[in-house]
């Protein structure tokens, strides 16, 4: 593993938000593992959508950078919440954005694939159009116009369908572990994504953020995969019956939110990530030498 260095500002540690979600707690591990000083913060400790709260926060932490991990995440949930997923998905990404724009403080923040329309039939790149189709997607899309609005030098990271070992809220764990079961697992095999393994997301945007770059990045793993196909992936690496995966028709969930039916990222900027199966068999790994959740010191002698 190659372990990059603070910038200049050394003595200064991150700021990152959202400790308690999926890509909180991951960025608190590697950091831990790449000898990164960085002050983790739960919603309950920093609302990002409170501009006095924010500014307190930036004084007393005095950060080289801020990590935006916070998110409203239940896609379902936020077409008939949307004040609530506008308020932590565009408003708090505004408000540290104009924060960190008035202190001279480098912001990362990530969106999704959800941006896009799925009319495409090869993968996204950063500059295609976008058009989202629910109010998740739309969330995203306004938080990014918005940050880099206020602070054009901000990173803004948009990846997909992530699952890690560090919590146990991922698509991945919920197929393995149904598939353990011996029960059926269904999944939709006409939305097309891309998987991206956690440890390998935020390692690349640590490395973006240190490096300085900015604007809009896609940082997923290479590979298009429906969610069926991603579940029958999972299953054979892990020497389950893959005839437990059921695939259907996303029409038959009767999700609240419309999708797009194809949403794969690619980019244009360089980055190459290895490939989600690759991902699938590190994750098996990874999670096989604790039962599911690997401390920081665990991955790093793994590593």
């Known amino acids: 593993m190659n372990v990059f260095q603070a910038p200049a500002t050394a003595g200064q540690p991150l700021l990152i938000t959202g400790a308690q979600g999926t890509l909180g707690r991951a960025l608190e591990r590697i950091c831990e593992i790449r000898n990164l000083a960085a002050i983790c913060l739960s919603r309950h400790e920093l609302d990002i ?6 500014e307190v926060a930036l004084q007393r932490y005095t950060p080289w950078a801020v990590v935006n991990a916070a998110g409203y995440v239940r896609v379902d949930e ?3 919440d949307a004040a609530r997923c506008y308020h932590v998905n565009t408003t708090g990404p505004k408000v540290l ?3 960190c724009a008035h202190r001279a403080v480098q912001l990362l923040t990530f969106s999704s694939d959800l941006v896009f329309d799925g009319q495409q039939s090869v993968p996204y790149t950063e500059g295609d159009a976008k058009g989202p189709l629910n109010v998740y997607g739309r969330s995203k899309s306004l938080a990014e116009r918005d940050v880099l609005t206020a ?5 803004v ?3 997909s369908a992530f699952f890690g070992p560090w919590d146990e809220e991922n698509f991945v764990h919920f197929a393995l572990q149904s598939m353990r079961s011996g029960r059926v697992f269904e999944a939709a095999d006409d939305l097309q994504i891309s998987p991206t393994y956690v440890p390998d997301l935020v390692n690349t945007v640590l490395d973006l953020l240190i490096d300085g770059e900015s604007g809009i990045w896609h940082v997923a793993n290479r590979g298009t995969y429906t969610w069926a196909q991603l579940a029958q992936l999972a299953a054979e690496a892990a ?3 893959t005839a437990l995966v059921r695939p259907r028709p996303v029409a038959e969930f009767g999700w609240s939110a419309p999708r797009p039916a194809f949403s794969a990222l690619s980019t244009r900027r360089g980055i190459v990530l290895p490939t989600a199966d ?3 068999g590190r994750y098996l790994a990874d999670t096989s030498r604790s039962g599911c959740v690997l401390k920081g010191e665990e991955l790093k002698q793994a590593s």
């Open 49 to 54: 959508a409170d501009p006095v709260a924010v």
């Open 78 to 80: 936020a077409e008939k």
């Open 97 to 99: 954005a104009q924060a």
């Open 151 to 155: 602070l054009p030098q901000a990173l």
């Open 157 to 159: 990271v948009r990846t």
């Open 239 to 241: 020497g389950l019956n």
């Open 278 to 280: 690759d991902g699938l």
